[in-house]
């Protein structure tokens, strides 16, 4: 698929109707929800430290704490994961392509990000995360697409020192919706997501 053809198929995706339903639940259920006035957004300056602490593992290898996102309703809902020590791309990645935990999915949390083939790698330079998107994201059609970059962006900018993230497909460089459903071929970052931001509790 070429990069012009891979742009119109993003942006007709970007405003065509209907959310992808459903999502692969594994089968651990030990993740807690975060907070969302605990987990910055798009308001602050400052990019948001991923992890809080870091522990061993049963098996004696190190892991921290990390913020992904999922989605609940039409926002974005923050939750933490234990991800290898110390936090990297592809840790995080990692952690989000799993998608919610069953106590997660009874509380209605869900994720854009399904089926197979979506991410294939993570790369990080100068504060721009790339990330390779896969066949299988040009699946994800409607509104859950831009969730699903939203819950990419929102992830990733996270790590320390990464304010930005920049996509490819199948390392071609492509344009992606933002929020508000204009496609962009430069690298974005939260504030471009802002619509979908987590709503505070309180």
Same mark, same amino acid.
């Given at each position: ?7 119109? $198929? ?8 209907? &959310? ?11 993740a807690?929800? $975060? ?14 430290? &991923? &992890?809080?602490? &870091? ?15 999922? %989605? #609940?309703?039409? @926002? ?12 990297? /791309?592809?840790?995080?990645?990692? $952690? ?13 949390? @869900? ?6 083939? %979506?991410?294939?790698?993570i /790369? ?9 998107l896969g066949?299988g ?7 859950d #697409?831009?969730?699903? +970059? $939203? #819950? ?9 020192? %990464?304010?930005r ?6 390392? %071609? ?5 933002r ?11 939260r504030?471009?997501?802002?619509? +979908? ?6």
């Amino acid at each position: 698929m070429s990069a012009r053809r891979v742009v119109a $198929a993003l942006a007709l995706a970007a405003v065509a109707a209907g &959310t992808a339903a459903g999502c692969g639940i594994p089968p651990e259920d030990g993740a807690t929800l $975060a907070r969302a006035e605990d987990v910055p957004f798009d308001l602050l300056a400052e990019i948001p430290e &991923t &992890t809080s602490s &870091t522990i061993a593992s049963p098996t004696g290898a190190s892991t921290s704490r990390a913020t992904i996102f999922l %989605v #609940q309703g039409e @926002r974005l809902a923050p939750v933490e994961r234990d991800v290898p020590a110390p936090p990297s /791309g592809e840790g995080v990645i990692e $952690a989000l392509e799993r998608g919610p935990t069953r106590s997660e999915a009874a509380l209605g949390l @869900r994720s854009a990000l399904v089926g197979d083939d %979506v991410m294939r790698s993570i /790369g990080l330079s100068g504060g721009i995360a790339n990330v390779d998107l896969g066949k299988g994201f040009t699946d994800i059609v409607g509104r859950d #697409q831009i969730m699903a +970059l $939203a #819950q990419i962006v929102s992830t990733v900018t996270g790590l320390p020192g %990464v304010g930005r993230v920049s996509f490819t497909l199948e390392g %071609v460089p492509v344009g992606v919706p933002r929020g508000d459903g204009a496609v962009t071929t430069e690298s974005v970052s939260r504030d471009d997501y802002a619509l +979908l931001a987590p709503v505070p509790l309180g």
